[in-house]
């Protein structure tokens, strides 16, 4: 999906969530891609019939009411959309004898899968929550002798899952005897670390149904060691498509992992969003006739058409967001949202929250 859709697809989520029914007279129906528009109709109908059963007076009203309206808006369709259709009708008011029946009919922007009907107090959005959920997730482990971090790259997000350290003394500096036997103590010692990492490794990704792949980094020779040493499962092992060299195994050598792997990442979201960050500070910087930022100076640009690239932070108003987002497709500029999940997100947000590089000087 479009980041677009997503981020409408989930203001459309928290609206729906915010309400509650005074009884059990919220209907949700979701209609699969490939269903037929006439059975769905018809089984609305035959649940208008079950309706008359409800005790409540008041709720046996609202109810059919609810029903009555959904099966006139599928009037209004010759057939169901492509990817099928979710739509929820109910009375939201939270005055007792004051009805107030609205309709939701949502089109999705990914293939419905889930045939399903249901009256309750609220709406029932998880078929669209699994929508807007990433769908794909990248770990990130770094390790050292000393220490190791393990994290995911869920689209922009980093999210630091697990921490350990070995225990491990570090070298001695005199010889002889002892100083041998301490040696092989300290790699024993390394070695059961590595195998105690590989250990949170495989529980925190072997059942991981969305996980893409695994990044490995660490100091040196450190990474190759972990991974020959650590004994990790063959699935996992199946999963590592990168190893990069980073001098640090703390939350700090994560982000570097992330920043090293671009080559890896080149198609994510987070990816994408620190190179568009980093042309607009760099051209703010080295040619600012050729960037605007602030809310004025972008829609002034917009009206002259002089726009290449418009950058837009996701904490602004979702209705600012979508007015900025049509005037830039109508002049075929391209449209990024800049999240709040990367440190260079939260500095654009900080900084103006909305700008954009130009095609020529205004």
């Given at each position: 999906?479009?980041?677009g859709?997503?981020?409408?697809?989930?203001?459309?989520?928290?609206?729906?969530?915010?309400?509650?029914?005074?009884?059990?007279?919220?209907?949700?129906?979701?209609?699969?891609a490939?269903?037929?528009?006439?059975?769905?109709?018809?089984?609305?109908?035959?649940?208008?019939?079950?309706?008359?059963n409800?005790?409540?007076?008041?709720?046996?009203?609202?109810?059919?009411?609810?029903?009555?309206?959904?099966?006139?808006?599928?009037?209004?369709?010759?057939?169901?959309?492509d990817?099928?259709l979710?739509?929820?009708?109910?009375?939201?008011?939270?005055?007792?004898?004051?009805?107030?029946?609205?309709?939701?009919?949502?089109?999705?922007?990914?293939?419905?899968?889930?045939?399903?009907?249901?009256?309750?107090?609220?709406?029932?959005?998880?078929?669209?929550?699994?929508?807007?959920e990433v769908?794909?997730v990248?770990?990130?482990?770094?390790?050292?002798r000393?220490?190791?971090?393990?994290?995911?790259?869920?689209?922009?997000?980093?999210?630091?899952?697990?921490?350990?350290?070995?225990?491990?003394?570090?070298k001695?500096?005199?010889?002889?005897?002892?100083?041998?036997?301490?040696d092989?103590?300290?790699?024993?010692?390394t070695?059961e670390?590595?195998?105690?990492?590989?250990?949170?490794?495989?529980?925190?990704?072997?059942?991981?149904?969305?996980?893409?792949?695994?990044?490995?980094?660490?100091?040196?020779?450190?990474?190759?060691?972990?991974?020959?040493?650590?004994?990790?499962?063959?699935?996992?092992?199946?999963?590592?498509?990168?190893?990069?060299?980073?001098?640090?195994a703390?939350?700090?050598?994560?982000?570097?992992l992330?920043?090293?792997?671009?080559?890896?990442?080149?198609?994510?979201?987070?990816?994408?969003?620190?190179?568009?960050?980093?042309?607009?500070?760099?051209?703010?910087?080295?040619?600012?006739?050729?960037?605007?930022?602030?809310?004025?100076?972008?829609?002034?640009?917009?009206?002259?058409?002089?726009?290449?690239?418009?950058?837009v932070?996701?904490?602004?108003d979702?209705?600012?967001?979508f007015?900025?987002?049509?005037?830039?497709?109508?002049?075929?500029?391209?449209?990024?949202?800049?999240?709040?999940?990367?440190?260079?997100?939260?500095?654009?947000?900080?900084?103006?929250g909305?700008?954009a590089?130009l095609?020529?000087?205004?």
């Open positions: 999906m479009e980041e859709d997503i981020l409408k697809l989930k203001g459309l989520i928290e609206e729906l969530e915010s309400y509650r029914g005074r009884h059990t007279e919220l209907i949700s129906a979701y209609a699969p490939g269903s037929n528009i006439n059975q769905l109709a018809s089984q609305l109908l035959s649940e208008q019939s079950t309706a008359q409800i005790k409540s007076k008041t709720t046996k009203t609202n109810v059919i009411d609810a029903l009555e309206r959904i099966i006139r808006h599928l009037k209004l369709y010759k057939r169901l959309p990817n099928g979710a739509i929820f009708c109910g009375n939201i008011s939270k005055v007792e004898g004051q009805p107030d029946l609205k309709i939701w009919a949502i089109e999705p922007p990914q293939e419905l899968k889930t045939r399903f009907y249901r009256c309750d107090q609220t709406f029932v959005l998880e078929p669209l929550k699994e929508m807007v769908q794909e990248y770990g990130l482990v770094v390790v050292d000393k220490e190791a971090t393990i994290a995911v790259l869920e689209g922009k997000m980093i999210k630091i899952l697990r921490r350990a350290t070995s225990g491990a003394p570090g001695v500096k005199a010889g002889g005897q002892s100083a041998a036997r301490f092989r103590i300290r790699e024993e010692l070695k670390f590595y195998r105690r990492v590989a250990d949170n490794v495989k529980e925190v990704f072997f059942d991981m149904k969305k996980l893409q792949g695994i990044i490995v980094g660490g100091p040196g020779p450190t990474k190759e060691d972990f991974l020959k040493e650590g004994q990790l499962v063959t699935a996992l092992q199946k999963k590592v498509i990168a190893i990069k060299d980073i001098g640090y703390d939350e700090h050598g994560i982000e570097l992330v920043e090293a792997s671009q080559d890896v990442l080149v198609k994510e979201a987070i990816t994408k969003e620190k190179a568009i960050l980093e042309k607009f500070f760099s051209m703010l910087a080295k040619d600012p006739k050729m960037t605007v930022y602030g809310m004025e100076n972008v829609k002034r640009a917009l009206e002259a058409g002089a726009i290449e690239h418009l950058l932070s996701t904490t602004l979702k209705k600012i967001i007015e900025l987002e049509k005037a830039a497709h109508s002049i075929s500029a391209q449209f990024h949202f800049i999240s709040i999940d990367t440190n260079e997100g939260l500095q654009f947000k900080n900084f103006a909305v700008g590089l095609r020529y000087a205004i």
